[in-house]
């Protein structure tokens, strides 16, 4: 199995960015599909990006496209969610998600591994 940790979550004001990371340890990470979710208090956990294990394809839900950007570097075995224009409703635990198999990148199913979620608080 492959072990993840994300880094990088805290406060930050409405417009502002942030930069989250996830950082894999045990089997090789370039064998992943890797996605990033979110799930704020009274919602469902919700798919917000993810890359193919090349970085050659990548999905996005409508709520972030244009503002997230998902990125993997392999070589460092790390997963990234750069978060830009954010809004008081981005509040929420972030995700990291890994699948060793499955088909497309939005199967929310077939993530299997995941890291214990780091905070992100937009405040108004």
């Known amino acids: 199995q492959v072990q993840l940790v994300e880094s990088g979550g805290g406060l930050v004001q409405a417009g502002g960015s942030l930069r989250l990371s996830c950082a894999a340890s045990?089997?090789?990470?370039?064998?992943?599909?890797m996605g990033w979710f979110r799930q704020a208090p009274g919602k469902e956990r919700e798919l917000l990006a993810a890359?193919?294990?090349?970085?050659?394809?990548?999905y996005y839900a409508d709520t972030v496209k244009g503002r997230f950007t998902i990125s993997r570097d392999n070589a460092e075995n790390t997963g990234f969610l750069q978060m830009s224009s954010l809004k008081p409703e981005d509040t929420a635990v972030y995700y990291c998600?890994?699948?060793?198999?499955?088909?497309?990148?939005?199967?929310?199913?077939?993530?299997?591994?995941w890291g214990q979620g780091t905070q992100v608080t937009v405040s108004s």
């Open positions: 890359i193919s294990r090349s970085s050659r394809t990548t």
């Open positions: 045990g089997r090789t990470f370039s064998m992943y599909t």
């Open positions: 998600a890994a699948a060793l198999a499955g088909r497309g990148l939005n199967v929310t199913g077939m993530y299997e591994y």
